[in-house]
């Protein structure tokens, strides 16, 4: 009878020590989940700013282009 006892607990504390090893890597999935999405934010905003550089630089470019052509 004791050592069903001290299976029982052994058994309980493999249990628990489980459960709170799982609770913890949930807590760092949810951790990345959150940090990914906040990555995405930032990639949305620099593909935007990316956008608008590329637009100006052809203006820049074709401004220049023009002048150029048009004689001073």
């Known amino acids: 009878m004791r050592w069903l006892l001290i299976d029982l607990g052994l058994v309980l504390l ?35 700013e990316t956008a608008a550089l590329a637009a100006r630089l052809d203006a820049v470019e074709v401004t220049a282009r023009l002048n150029e052509r048009i004689p001073a």
Do not use: D, I, P, Y
């Not at 249990?15 to 949930?26: E, H, M, Y």
């Not at 934010?41 to 935007?48: A, D, I, K, V």
């Open 14 to 48: 493999t249990f628990v020590l489980l459960a709170t090893l799982a609770w913890r890597l949930w807590g760092k999935v949810g951790q990345v989940n959150q940090e990914a999405a906040e990555l995405r934010g930032r990639l949305s905003t620099l593909t935007e």
